[in-house]
């Protein structure tokens, strides 16, 4: 295996586990949903613009399903998996999609996955009580938690606005 490689796994690992305890630890409950809306979405946009689109995945779909599983969600834990994974996939591609010239694309990217999070999540959830009437109360809880995500990321692209990453934001 060389060099690169290595660090692209590592790299991985680490926003894998950011990105897990930035969903398990830093929650709000959220009574209408009966889950709780977190910083974790964030972490994902970033690790998508930090390390692609298929490792930003990766460390989103890993991260956000070992969260599940240590919050008392694992039945949340597959299709956490697949959502996040595809939500990171679509910001990555619309990134690599959109004019070179565009400003913020990233952010684009980041609200075309968020709408497919917040409708595969009441899919989801829908299918799993029998009843897509139940689970519409849910979709504003999951629209937020992606909002919140989406400024959580905003908030560190302007730091990074700062650094040598910032060729690559502006």
Not at 18 to 34: E, Q, R, Y
Not at 89 to 101: F, R
């Amino acid at each position: 295996m060389d060099d690169k490689r290595i660090k692209e796994m590592v790299y991985t690992s680490l926003l894998a586990a950011l990105i897990c305890v930035s969903t398990f630890i830093i929650k709000i409950p959220s009574p209408v949903t009966n889950g709780y809306t977190h910083m974790g979405d964030g972490f994902i946009f970033i690790a998508v613009f930090l390390l692609g689109r298929k490792n930003g995945a990766w460390a989103g779909a890993i991260g956000a399903s070992l969260a599940d599983m240590l919050g008392g969600y694992s039945y949340y834990a597959i299709p956490t998996f697949i959502i996040k994974g595809v939500m990171a996939l679509i910001m990555g591609t619309a990134i690599e999609k959109l004019s070179s010239g565009m400003k913020n694309k990233w952010v684009v990217g980041a609200i075309i996955g968020s709408v497919w999070q917040v409708l595969a999540y009441y899919v989801t959830g829908s299918l799993m009580v029998g009843n897509f009437l139940s689970t519409i109360s849910e979709i504003p809880g999951n629209a937020v938690q992606s909002a919140a995500g989406i400024i959580t990321a905003a908030a560190f692209m302007g730091v990074f606005g700062h650094t040598p990453l910032k060729r690559d934001i502006i």
